[in-house]
């Protein structure tokens, strides 16, 4: 009985798994290109437009609110905008 395989040659599931793979290469790629071309159309505007709100669930003082508020301030004069 011959063998479906030939001396040298990789097993056919090697080939459907690496098409299956540059298939999935080719639409992510395509995917990202797609993303980058969307992102470019949107207007040029100015961000933020008003200022941001930072909430943080938890009382004032903690950890997490003093962080939030080194981090508002530290946008604020990022952005040239009130904090």
Known sequence: MPSM???GLASPSVGRTARGFLER???GML???A???ASSAWPNAEYPTR???VVIPSHAGSS???IARIWAD???????SPS
């Not at 530290?74 to 040239?80: I, N, Q, S, T």
């Open 25 to 27: 290469l080719r639409a």
């Open 74 to 80: 530290k946008l604020g004069r990022a952005w040239a």
């Open 31 to 33: 995917f990202a290109v």
């Open 51 to 53: 200022p941001l709100r």
């Open 5 to 7: 395989l030939q001396p």
């Open 35 to 37: 993303c980058g071309a």
């Open 64 to 66: 997490p609110d003093v």
